[in-house]
């Protein structure tokens, strides 16, 4: 601890402590140029919370500007009411199978095709017309106004008509709803059943004259082709006459051959003759073959049964009594005898027999192959007819074709032509009326609750739009977020605004949010290395008027609050922020004189806290601060006191601030939350790291998170004019030369 020594009150005895090495800190993350400075700007949750918490008014007020034209426009606005009609549509039916047992099937033409055709229809401008014309519209003042002629008038009430009809298809039907917007009810009603109406009759009339066309067309075509049908017919007529040609048994239609020529027909009947003339003949051959070769039988004669009875009768005698005699005994020779001699008459009675069926068999054969043989050569003489008249049938089948073929198409035109007919009827309408309009009720233009909903959620965006333009624009450092994200440090504190107007008093309240907010940052400088708080820390800014002075002079405060002696050096000599009334004290003297660093350190009324500050104000700052003699300063004063703060000059603009870094353990930046550009900022740190400072985090100064802040371009480094920020007076009258805090200007 430091306290006053006997050899007067510029003398101060030091009891110095030596300190602990600072350990290395790695940065949270890589930092490259302003460009590439993480993720802050991206759009987030948080981002757009914090975006709405600090532009609120302004998002209120885009809302409330939303919220009132949106009422605005309700008031304006003329009162509309709609009619709505419904029909049905029926998609015609095609034939997809047909055949001669009239039998068929039939498949729907329901396709978004139809439909959307169909939709196409009713809001096509010649409906619109139509119903204009129905409904006479043109004479209504209430459509077309004053008016002027005739056709000007339908023009306008076909206008009319057409942008107030709506027709959508209901989901998963073929029901269609048709809608009319006007500002008389009555009117709309009367013009949404006018449109259903002219819709079916349009579609009817449509269906008619495409019948009609058709009825027309096939009657030509049918005239047509009953000429060549005729044509044809006596040109066949005439070809036959001229070549003898006699066709019989030729069917309708049918190509006619040589079987159905009259010569034709007597070969084919001569034909026929001789083959069944060819197989009786053949049969009596047969028979006679057969009675020639079975001659000598026995069974040939029917005068041969009787016999042949009594010889089974008598060779049953026999051998019963061959049981009893021998062969040899004279009965049964005698009856031996009898039966040989019956059977020789047997023979003889079937040779007799035999002789005359093979005589008459012999006349049958030979009748049979002499009528085969006329027939035959009846047959060879056609054939030879029916050949050349093949050669003279050529021609003849030429035109039977054109004639069948002249025909075919008379019959499907003429059955056409009746299908048409029917068709041409009413039949089933493409399009029928399930619910008519109604008269509306009450309007459903404007809708207040729509248009207020519609207004708020405007203004939200809008609002909304505009904040995260301006807060794009305005690129400041303003929250915690932004250090860690743009600036890449860490953020060790945000201290509020002063309730005073001059900060310096309130710290002096250990229970204000300033104070707190400052003991705070302390305590966390206490873990940003791992030996502890660093030894000497210097605490600067991007420019002027952030708080950096305050800051230092606060964080040296806290310090002696944690038990630390601590030494505040005032580097700013170019516009320095303590001031002691006394020019051969300070800095500037220190480092230009051999003097000791007691002889320039002022006790100060807080205990533990000692100053020095920045003296007469030299020619060059940066050349003292890069000499030998401050590196020598510092460490004397890091060996006797715990520790060092040093208030140094803004970044930006000028070389003090680099070259303090580089001789000391630790650098704070203190960046005033709202009014520090994001590029200066970077561009500061830049500066710095380029030096090679040891970067340890940040302050947000004037830091209110649920405050919205305001932006500014404006930036000058006129740093050096004779300002002062802060001033420090010293009474004469105590001799201790304690130092004590009289005014505060801007910081």
């Known amino acids: 601890m430091a306290s006053t020594g006997a050899d007067g009150p510029n003398t101060l005895t030091v009891e110095p402590e030596r300190g602990r090495p600072l350990a290395p800190v790695t940065p949270a993350g890589s930092y490259g140029s302003y460009g590439n400075t993480g993720s802050g700007r991206e759009l987030s949750l948080s981002l757009l919370w914090r975006v709405a918490v600090e532009w609120r008014w302004l998002i209120l007020a885009a809302i409330g500007t939303g919220i009132a034209g949106a009422v605005l426009v309700t008031l304006l606005t003329p009162l509309k009411y709609r009619s709505t009609a419904s029909i049905e549509l029926n998609p015609p039916d095609v034939e997809i199978l047909d055949d ?341 009720g009450g309007a459903f233009s404007p809708n207040l609750y729509l248009n207020l909903l519609i207004g708020f959620a405007l203004g939200l965006l809008a609002g909304m739009l505009a904040a995260i ?92 609050r944690l038990g630390k002696t601590v030494l505040m050096i005032d580097a700013d000599m170019r516009r320095p922020a303590f001031v002691t009334g006394h020019d051969d004290v300070g800095l500037s003297h220190l480092l230009t004189n051999t003097s000791s660093l007691s002889e320039h350190v002022l006790r100060t009324d807080v205990e533990g806290l000692w100053i020095m500050p920045s003296g007469t104000i030299p020619p060059s700052p940066p050349e003292l601060i890069a000499s030998a003699r401050f590196a020598s300063l510092l460490a004397d004063a890091a060996a006797t006191f715990d520790m060092v703060v040093i208030d140094g000059p803004p970044i930006l603009g000028l070389a003090d601030a680099p070259l303090l870094s580089t001789t000391v353990q630790a650098t704070l930046m203190v960046v005033e939350s709202g009014r520090t550009r994001t590029r200066a900022a970077v561009e500061a740190q830049n500066r710095l790291r380029t030096a090679g400072a040891h970067m340890v985090g940040a302050i947000l100064t004037r830091y209110q998170p649920q405050a919205a802040y305001g932006y500014g371009y404006g930036y000058g480094y006129g740093y050096g004019q004779n300002k002062d920020q802060y001033r420090y007076v010293a009474d004469d009258n105590d001799k201790k030369r304690r130092i004590l805090l009289t005014t505060h200007d801007e910081d």
Do not use: C
């Open 100 to 440: 001669k047992t009239g039998g068929g099937r039939k498949a729907s033409a329901s396709s978004a095709t139809f439909i959307g055709t169909q939709l196409g229809l009713l809001g096509s401008r010649a409906l619109a017309e139509r119903v204009a014309q129905d409904l006479n519209l043109a004479s209504d003042p209430a459509v077309v106004g004053k008016g002027s002629d005739r056709e000007t008038n339908t023009k306008i009430a076909a206008n009319f008509v057409e942008s107030g009809t709506q027709a959508r298809l209901q989901p998963q039907s073929d029901l269609v709803s048709i809608s009319f917007v006007a500002r008389d009810p009555q009117l709309a009603a009367k013009v949404v059943n006018g449109i259903a109406d002219a819709f079916i009759a349009t579609n009817l009339e449509r269906r008619y004259q495409s019948s009609s066309y058709a009825r027309d067309f096939l009657q030509k075509q049918i005239t047509n082709t009953r000429r060549d049908l005729e044509k044809s017919e006596r040109q066949i007529v005439a070809y036959a006459q001229a070549q003898n040609l006699i066709t019989t048994g030729a069917a309708v239609g049918e190509t006619s051959g040589d079987t159905n020529s009259l010569t034709g027909s007597t070969l084919v009947a001569l034909n026929n003759a001789l083959a069944t003339t060819q197989a009786r003949r053949i049969a009596a051959e047969q028979r006679y073959r057969e009675a020639m070769m079975g001659g000598a039988s026995t069974e040939g004669s029917a005068n041969a049964g009787p016999l042949r009875a009594q010889i089974a009768s008598l060779n049953a005698e026999y051998q019963q009594k061959l049981q009893t005699f021998r062969p040899d005994y004279p009965d049964m020779v005698a009856l031996r005898a009898r039966i040989d001699a019956l059977r020789a008459a047997v023979v003889s009675e079937t040779r007799t027999t035999n002789a005359d069926r093979a005589g008459s068999l012999r006349q049958d054969f030979q009748a049979a192959r002499a009528e085969e043989d006329r027939l035959r050569a009846q047959v060879a003489g056609l054939s030879h007819s029916v050949l050349d008249q093949r050669g003279r049938r050529i021609q003849y089948n030429i035109l039977q074709r054109d004639v069948d073929t002249n025909r075919t198409l008379y019959d499907a035109l003429l059955q056409r032509y009746k299908e048409v007919g029917v068709a041409g009827g009413v039949g089933t309408a493409v399009a029928s009326v399930v619910d008519r309009g109604l008269v509306p």
């Open 469 to 560: 333009a301006l807060e794009f624009i305005n690129d400041t450092i303003k929250s915690p977020d932004d250090v860690r994200d743009k600036l890449h440090l860490a953020f060790l504190g945000g201290i509020p605004n002063a309730k005073d107007a001059k900060p310096i008093e309130e710290l002096k309240n250990v229970l204000s949010p300033v104070t707190e907010a400052y003991l705070s940052t302390a305590t966390a400088m206490q873990f940003v290395t791992e030996g502890g708080a660093p030894k000497t820390l210097l605490v600067t800014s991007t420019r002027p008027a952030e708080g950096k002075s305050t800051s230092a002079w606060a964080l040296a405060q806290s310090f002696t």
